[in-house]
């Protein structure tokens, strides 16, 4: 990492309390990148870094909670596409799909219960 821009986290979240803040005045949404430039990085992984440092790991997370949270609110309004904040979320690691697991004993209950429903209807 190249030289800190923040020493302390607590200089940091005062500087992303400060986007917050501008953003609602300017009514304008929160971004990753928004966030980013206003706190003076040229890119986001030079912002991430900050996560790899133990006494900032905390601020870097709150900070993208709070560009999350926004993106998480757009889907439920009214009027409000949610094909965007969508894509956002999965770039946060949400994901959009059903997982079903399976264990081995549940695929072995499953098996004995139709052949228990089979064998009572030929028994009918």
Request: charged share 35%.
């Amino acid at each position: 990492m190249a030289k800190r821009k923040y020493k302390t986290a607590k200089e940091m979240d005062e500087k992303v309390d400060e986007y917050v803040d501008l953003c609602k005045i300017e009514k304008k949404p929160l971004t990753i990148t928004g966030l980013c430039l206003h706190l003076g990085f040229a890119s986001r992984s030079s912002f991430g870094q900050y996560r790899n440092l133990p006494e900032f790991t905390e601020s870097v997370d709150r900070a993208r909670l709070l560009v999350e949270n926004q993106y998480e609110g757009n889907l439920v309004k009214r009027g409000v596409s949610p094909v965007g904040s969508i894509f956002a979320l999965k770039q946060f690691g949400w994901e959009d799909k059903a997982e079903v697991k399976h264990t081995a004993e549940q695929e072995f209950m499953e098996m004995v219960l139709g052949l228990n429903r089979r064998n009572r209807k030929e028994a009918e």
